[in-house]
């Protein structure tokens, strides 16, 4: 059973973000730092992905663990109420996120997924990006 009323819960869920969260934020500092110069949420790209260098044709995304069910997570636990909603939710949100994945690769774009987990241990990051934007790397 929710601790809070139906409202509330509305309330509460109507302030979480999908752009500017923090885990992003880490990863836009940590780009920044390396000197890397980006574009933020191309909607014309599929997915809109989070970070993208454009000349390098490479796209970051950035995702939540609890919304984009990370494995293994800890993060990605699903609610005990209303879990057939959730898990039906999460469901789509998992396939399209292999959708845009699927897209921009076969449009020749390499693509990277950082999650919000990584995150909290930002100094990973720089390295991470720096492999990810070698022309060289696979």
């Known amino acids: 059973m929710d601790i809070l009323t139906s409202a509330e819960r509305s309330a509460h869920m109507s302030r979480i973000r999908a752009r500017n969260t923090q885990p992003e934020m880490v990863v836009r500092q940590a780009a920044h730092a390396l000197g890397l110069r980006y574009r933020l949420h191309r909607k014309d790209l599929p997915g809109s992905p989070d970070l993208v260098f454009l000349g390098r044709r490479r796209a970051i995304f950035v995702h939540g663990c609890y919304w984009h069910r990370h494995s293994g997570c800890r993060l990605a636990y699903t609610p005990k109420s209303n879990t057939a909603f959730w898990e039906a939710k999460f469901e789509r949100n998992v396939a ?8 921009l ?15 909290r ?10 492999s990810f934007l070698c022309k060289g790397a696979a």
């Not at 399209?96 to 897209?103: F, G, Q, S, V």
């Not at 690769?105 to 950082?114: F, S």
């Open 105 to 119: 690769e076969a449009d020749g774009w390499r693509t990277a997924v950082i999650w919000e987990c990584e995150t």
């Open 121 to 130: 241990r930002p100094d990973g990051i720089p390295e991470r990006l720096r």
């Open 96 to 103: 399209r996120d292999k959708e845009a994945l699927a897209a």
